[in-house]
Structures are given as structure tokens and as C-alpha cells.
Nanobody, 120 residues
Framework: QVQLVESGGGLVQAGGSLRVSCVAS????????MGWFRQTPEKEREFVAD????????HYADSVKGRFTISRDNAKNTGYLQMNSLKPEDTAVYYC?????????????RGQGTQVTVSS
């Protein structure tokens, strides 16, 4: 069992930066890929980025490519999402997750999320 807790969200002006963190409990975190998703009341869950268990491979949504960076520190059981050049359309609840056995179609674990609000 893995529990995920996000932190680091907040209010930032457009063009600013934030780093959100995801701390995992459980000794098996380092064996899982992890990812970040975001959601608003108006939109369904949106994939943001993911990273392999080793950190060697990353993927990004086109909407954040070049602005966001995903990383992880397995020694600290923590994942990160560095968000730069933020835009108002990045406003959402951001949560981290671990994929199910067949990928991101089903989430094995997910956190409660942290609110990111970007003002114009």
C-alpha cells in the first residue's frame, strides 16, 4: 500500500513559478512509475507528466512541455513537479498518482491533490 500526499500549491501570478511535491509512504514507492494529473470542475482529469521508477524516462503533455519538469528522489520517497511560466489555464487541482498494471487508464494510487491558482 502506498499513500500519496501533495503539497506546495498556492496562488501565483501569470509568468511565475511553483514547485509541488508528492511524498509517498511505503517502501515500494521507488519501484513504481509516478505521474502528475490536474483537474478542474469544468474538465476531466488531464495528464500532465510522468516519470519512470528510475527517473530516466519522462513524458509531458504538449500543453506543459518546455515549462514543467517532473523529477523524483527515491531516497526521500518524493516526487516533484516544477512549474515555470505559469498561465491562468494551468489553474487546477494537481495530484500525483501511481499507474495501474495496464498504465494510466486506471490509477493504482492517488493523492488528494493541491490547488494551484494562476492569476492573470
Amino acid at each position: 500500500q502506498v499513500q500519496l500526499v501533495e503539497s506546495g500549491g498556492g496562488l501565483v501570478q501569470a509568468g511565475g513559478s511553483l514547485r509541488v511535491s508528492c511524498v509517498a509512504s511505503g517502501r515500494t514507492f521507488s519501484s513504481y512509475a509516478m505521474g502528475w494529473f490536474r483537474q478542474t470542475p469544468e474538465k476531466e482529469r488531464e495528464f500532465v507528466a510522468d516519470i519512470s521508477w528510475s527517473g530516466a524516462t519522462t513524458h509531458y503533455a504538449d500543453s506543459v512541455k518546455g515549462r514543467f519538469t517532473i523529477s523524483r528522489d527515491n531516497a526521500k520517497n518524493t516526487g516533484y513537479l516544477q512549474m515555470n511560466s505559469l498561465k491562468p489555464e494551468d489553474t487546477a487541482v494537481y495530484y500525483c498518482a501511481v499507474p495501474g498494471p495496464t498504465g494510466w487508464n486506471v490509477l493504482r494510487y492517488r493523492g488528494q491533490g493541491t490547488q494551484v491558482t494562476v492569476s492573470s
